[in-house]
């Protein structure tokens, strides 16, 4: 993190392979990472103090790649890959942010998706009642939207584009997000060191715009990074 203009290490303790998706709790007590033991992608969540500490684990199931923590502080979405009568499946979970119950047993996840598509990205919105995420049911990665419980789930983008990682203004008032080509990789891919573009519309999907063009792509903006006051 950078704190007073200098950058500081947080420790993180065993979480020493940490990659891109880390998110704040709505409270900035806490941070959640998604960490891979060293060699493989079994990336799973955990929870840690916000100055440093010892992880806890949220998700004992992998790989599991976080995204979104509920405003009420309850619970965190991911991207899940897990397998499904003998094919690997990519859908959006949802999990109790306390990650054990009273008896010390894992808390289970709730499968929000199942379609046959790489389904990634999942936010909550400011009120907490939806989730955003990004799905290439479709065809193309495209933004979609549902219920908090995984009901209605609608597709908000459109464009002959690679449309990643939906992020909800605090004020509620703009969504942006990253937009691929749909040349040069796979739809369910969002790699480094490409020509990228960031996008912003209203949470209805109207006054869709690009903001900008930009070198970059795989953790530019894979979680939220709107500032506090929206601007």
Same mark, same amino acid.
């Given at each position: 993190?950078?704190?007073?203009?200098?950058?500081?290490?947080? *420790?993180?303790?065993?979480?020493?392979?940490?990659?891109?998706?880390?998110?704040?709790?709505?409270?900035?007590?806490?941070?959640?990472?998604?960490?891979?033991?060293?060699?493989?992608?079994?990336?799973?969540?955990?929870?840690?103090?916000?100055?440093?500490?010892? *992880?806890?684990?949220?998700?004992?199931?992998?790989?599991?790649?976080?995204?979104?923590? &509920?405003?009420?502080?309850?619970?965190?979405?991911?991207?899940?890959?897990?397998?499904?009568?003998?094919?690997?499946?990519?859908?959006?979970?949802?999990?109790?942010?306390?990650?054990?119950?009273?008896?010390?047993? *894992?808390?289970?996840?709730?499968?929000?998706? &199942?379609?046959?598509?790489?389904?990634?990205?999942?936010?909550?919105?400011?009120?907490?009642?939806?989730?955003? =995420?990004?799905?290439?049911?479709?065809?193309?990665?495209?933004?979609?939207?549902?219920?908090?419980?995984?009901?209605?789930?609608?597709?908000?983008?459109?464009?002959?584009?690679?449309?990643? =990682?939906?992020?909800?203004?605090?004020?509620?008032?703009?969504?942006?997000?990253?937009?691929?080509?749909?040349?040069?990789?796979?739809?369910?891919?969002?790699? *480094?060191?490409?020509?990228?573009?960031?996008?912003?519309?209203?949470?209805?999907?109207?006054?869709?715009?690009?903001?900008?063009? =930009?070198?970059?792509?795989?953790?530019?903006?894979?979680?939220?990074?709107?500032?506090?006051?929206?601007?």
């Amino acid at each position: 993190r950078i704190s007073e203009d200098r950058e500081c290490k947080i *420790p993180s303790g065993d979480c020493t392979n940490c990659n891109n998706d880390h998110v704040l709790s709505p409270d900035h007590t806490q941070i959640a990472v998604s960490h891979s033991k060293p060699g493989t992608w079994e990336s799973k969540i955990y929870i840690l103090p916000a100055t440093g500490g010892t *992880p806890r684990l949220v998700t004992p199931n992998g790989p599991s790649y976080l995204h979104g923590w &509920s405003p009420d502080g309850k619970e965190l979405a991911y991207c899940a890959f897990r397998e499904q009568e003998g094919t690997l499946s990519v859908d959006i979970y949802s999990i109790p942010a306390e990650g054990e119950n009273a008896d010390g047993e *894992p808390r289970e996840e709730k499968q929000l998706t &199942s379609h046959a598509a790489f389904n990634d990205g999942p936010e909550y919105d400011p009120d907490g009642k939806h989730i955003w =995420f990004n799905s290439t049911r479709t065809g193309l990665m495209q933004i979609w939207k549902m219920d908090r419980d995984g009901k209605n789930q609608t597709q908000m983008t459109y464009e002959e584009q690679n449309n990643w =990682f939906a992020h909800v203004s605090p004020d509620g008032e703009r969504v942006i997000n990253l937009a691929y080509s749909k040349d040069g990789l796979d739809a369910n891919e969002h790699l *480094p060191n490409m020509q990228v573009s960031l996008w912003a519309m209203k949470p209805d999907g109207t006054q869709r715009r690009k903001l900008f063009d =930009f070198f970059g792509g795989q953790g530019s903006v894979n979680v939220n990074s709107w500032a506090p006051d929206s601007k």
